[in-house]
């Protein structure tokens, strides 16, 4: 199948509140054109310098959504366009995109990143964590970012019961975040799902997914 027909198949399967990130990591230009004149405008890469060279290139009214880990010293190559970071789990990471953001008279939103899978190797905040991390005064002072929402990966598994409860995690915390919210902290977004996964996502209240896969075809590196 064509990356048209691929789009337009997940497009009619989830309901119209769900953002579709299309993941385009390690995919040529050529690629995401395709997808773009398929009406796609949402973007997701998960490198910094391969984002802002792609961002050169296509036309300007698309959205761009770093994914990935992010690296502080790298914030400011990205930080007069990027639309949403996904995963932040950290203040001093949050507070270099304030810094980066303000340079360019922008307000950044920013999803929190939450560890929901059991792998060591996933980054991500407590539950615990991310709750003080919302309320915190500190926080409420940094003008040029906006936390949005959360972010959450399931373990990479095949055990869909296990990453069911993950998700519902995920959806918990959001749910207990929100409840909290302050000036520059207004949960709306739950960012879950992915190719293998998010139409489990999306029964457990996923509000944007990023795929990948299912859009592009397999990738060659595993990232
Ligand atoms: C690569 C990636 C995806 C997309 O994965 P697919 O399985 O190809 O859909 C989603 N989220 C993150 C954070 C990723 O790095």
Redesign the pocket.
Known sequence: MSIQENLKTIKSSIPEHVTLVA?S?TKPVSDLMEAYNAGQRVF?E?KIQEMAEKYEEMPKDIKWHM??HVQRNKVKYMASFVSLI??VDNFKLLKEIDKQAKKHDRVIDCLLQIKIASEDSKFGMSFEDASKFTQSKIISELKNIRVTGVMG?ATFTDDKSQIKNEFNRLKFTFDALKALQTENCKLQIISMG???D?KLAIDCGSTMI?????IFGL?NQT?
């Open positions: 993941v990591k997701g998960n994914i990935g996904h995963g990966m992915m190719s293998g998010y990023r795929v990948g896969s299912s990738r990232i």
